[in-house]
């Protein structure tokens, strides 16, 4: 049986632990820890070192899915989960002009360490809204070689989706 490392990437709040929590086949270990807001009220939760799932694609193929913290003071975790990936997606909320910012700087983190296939995840996008994929790959500079796959972190046919996107891109680059 062939496994693939993948990392899952992104800015903070883009949805990478309920992105692997939507796919994995098994628990997901996360290291989510509470959060608060400037005005020491909870924030919610933010992933402090990595979520690790793992999704059987055939009888011959494994995914296992690391995905990092989102904000760059955990960036060093960024590097040590990256070691071994043989390909990476970057999920971006394309609602958030903050994520679309971040998300720039990320891709530049990860090209720049490691040169593996990646896909961007526009997360909170429907398959049909071109208009939104063709902002979101504008402002964050992406090229034009690179996918950009609208999803629905929630929802494990359209995580499935990017997965397979990325597991294609990584097989082409072996061949």
Known sequence: MQSVKVVVTGPFNAGKTTFIKSVSEITVLSTERQVSDASGEGGGETTVAMDFGRITISDEVVL???GTPGQERFSFMWETLSEGMLGFVVLVDASSQDSLRDAASMIEFFTDMSDVPFVVAANKVPADDLATLQRVRTEIGLAHD?????CDARDKESVKAVLLGLLYR???SMA
Do not use: S, T
Request: aromatic residues 18%; hydrophobic residues 65%.
């Open 170 to 172: 990584i097989l082409d």
């Open 64 to 66: 296992y899915l690391f």
């Open 146 to 150: 690179v996918p950009l796959l609208p």
